[in-house]
């Protein structure tokens, strides 16, 4: 069986940071593209970062670019988000996900975990 399970969510404060973990079990990172997504109360879901299907370029969104890093261990078949200088507006529920194809677009991937909440306080 798939699965896909966040951890390191929690409450910080403002300028802090915290590093999410997503722990794959049933397959093999390899060959896939894969997703961080967050989603706001009340706001859409969207992308954070994302590393395409070779393992070999990281994307970010504009938001996140320079604070955030996306990081794989295949050792442990685990992909990581190390968040720096967070802002409130950062304060969503985290997801990571697994597809073909790398893309902003949540549909593409086929593979959900089921997040973890990171608040960040003012």
């Known amino acids: 069986e798939v699965q896909l399970v966040e951890s390191g969510g929690g409450l910080v404060q403002a300028g802090g940071s915290l590093r999410l973990s997503c722990a794959a079990s049933?397959?093999?990172?390899?060959?896939?593209?894969i997703g961080w997504f967050r989603q706001a109360p009340g706001k859409e879901r969207e992308g954070v970062s994302l590393?395409?299907?070779?393992?070999?370029?990281?994307y970010y969104a504009d938001s996140v670019k320079g604070r955030f890093t996306m990081s794989t261990d295949n050792a442990k078949n685990t992909v990581y988000l190390q968040m720096n200088s967070l802002k409130p507006e950062d304060t969503a529920v985290y997801s990571c996900a697994v597809g073909r194809y790398a893309s902003w677009s949540g549909d593409e991937y086929n593979y959900w975990g089921r997040g973890t909440h990171v608040t960040v306080s003012s």
């Open positions: 049933g397959f093999t990172f390899d060959g896939y593209a």
């Open positions: 590393i395409d299907s070779s393992g070999g370029h990281t």
